[in-house]
Nanobody, 117 residues
């Protein structure tokens, strides 16, 4: 089973950038589709971005054009570069392992992102 540890969250002004990272344990990291999901209080968890074992990417509507997901197979990490952050991007961001249908089957503890002036 892959264990996930997120880092890189914090507070930023609107229009700013943050880079989230997720360190995955386990030698099978390269086999999985990895993703970033987020949860805003009172709302359901939603997909932000996902990247397959071959590097193919998928983005949620809110992330398209502003966020970029990437992975480093040598370091067992998956990252999310977030640019032009908006107040509505404020949420807890979770690194996730996805199954073949794209459903998250495992999450990290999450990292808080705050966007305010």
């Amino acid at each position: 089973q892959v264990q996930l540890v997120e880092s890189g969250g914090g507070s930023v002004q609107p229009g700013g950038s943050l880079r989230l990272s997720c360190l995955a344990s386990g030698s099978t990291f390269s086999m999985y589709t990895m993703g970033w999901d987020r949860q805003i209080p009172g709302k359901e968890r939603e997909l932000v971005a996902a990247i397959t074992s071959r590097g193919g990417t998928t983005y949620g509507r809110s992330a398209t054009g502003r966020f970029t997901v990437s992975r480093d197979y040598a370091k067992n990490t998956v990252s999310l570069q977030m640019n032009d952050l908006k107040r509505e991007d404020a949420a807890i961001y979770y690194c996730s392992v996805k199954d073949a249908a794209g459903r998250a089957v495992s999450w990290g503890e999450g990292t808080q992102v705050t966007v305010s002036s």
